[in-house]
């Protein structure tokens, strides 16, 4: 699925369930020995994946070990990223992307009380002129999910929701507009993302891939 709403050019795997028999390297095992049973099923569902991915731009298997802010740490030359929620785990990876931000949720409501902490007076008036049959809310949270896994890495610091003014396009599109200076990129100020996004299965899903300026 998440494979759709990415270019050629960035590698994905996906699972909507968690393999028997998956292993994770011993420094992920440290990382994760004090988790509770869920979220060890989704880290190493989620490390299987970002292998999976890594195979298929011809690398071997390695350790993908939390960095800052809990950022993958990918081998040098590789950008990607993970995410899982309920029946589902991905992960994109790429050697020709500056930054890649990915991120599924269950398309459903969100919880009461959540939208105004998450969104600009102008992406809720925008919303609510949008089809009906699309859980927006949900949407735009993990819209935002992608373009901050995206961002961080180029910028390194953090990335409030309320810094970002997304639009959306029902075609399947969506741009974020920076609303704090963006990080400089190839000599140029970064002023925003352009992503894409698909509901199917029961589920949301985002995607923004940053070319390299030689593409």
């Given at each position: 699925m998440i494979e759709k709403i990415l270019p050629p050019w960035v590698?994905?795997?996906?699972?909507?369930?968690?393999?028997?028999?998956v292993t994770l390297f011993p420094e992920e095992e440290v990382v994760i020995a004090r988790a509770v049973d869920k979220r060890r099923r989704e880290f190493t569902t989620a490390r299987h994946c970002a292998r999976l991915a890594l195979d298929r731009i011809g690398l071997a298997p390695v350790p993908i070990l939390?960095?800052?802010?809990?950022?993958?740490?990918?081998p040098e030359g590789v950008v990607g990223a993970i995410t899982h929620c309920a029946g589902y785990r991905a992960a994109?990876?790429?050697?020709?992307?500056?930054?890649?931000?990915?991120?599924?949720?269950?398309?459903e409501a969100l919880p009461d009380g959540?939208?105004?902490?998450?969104?600009?007076?102008?992406?809720?008036?925008?919303?609510?002129?949008?089809?009906?049959?699309?859980?927006?809310?949900?949407?735009?949270?993990s819209a935002k999910e992608s373009v901050y896994k995206a961002w961080f890495?180029?910028?390194?610091?953090?990335?409030?929701?309320?810094?970002?003014?997304?639009?959306?396009?029902?075609?399947?599109?969506?741009?974020?507009?920076?609303?704090?200076?963006?990080?400089?990129v190839?000599?140029?100020?970064?002023?925003?993302?352009?992503?894409?996004?698909?509901v199917a299965d029961g589920l949301v899903v985002t995607a923004i891939a940053l070319p390299r300026a030689t593409r």
């Open positions: 590698a994905s795997a996906e699972a909507f369930d968690d393999p028997p028999g939390p960095g800052e802010r809990g950022a993958p740490g990918w994109a990876v790429s050697r020709e992307a500056l930054s890649v931000g990915i991120d599924a949720e269950p398309h959540i939208i105004d902490s998450i969104t600009l007076p102008e992406e809720r008036d925008a919303m609510a002129r949008l089809d009906s049959g699309v859980h927006w809310d949900r949407l735009l949270f890495p180029l910028a390194r610091r953090w990335l409030g929701f309320e810094e970002a003014r997304l639009a959306f396009s029902p075609s399947g599109t969506f741009t974020a507009r920076f609303l704090v200076p963006g990080p400089v190839s000599g140029r100020e970064l002023t925003g993302f352009t992503g894409r996004w698909l």
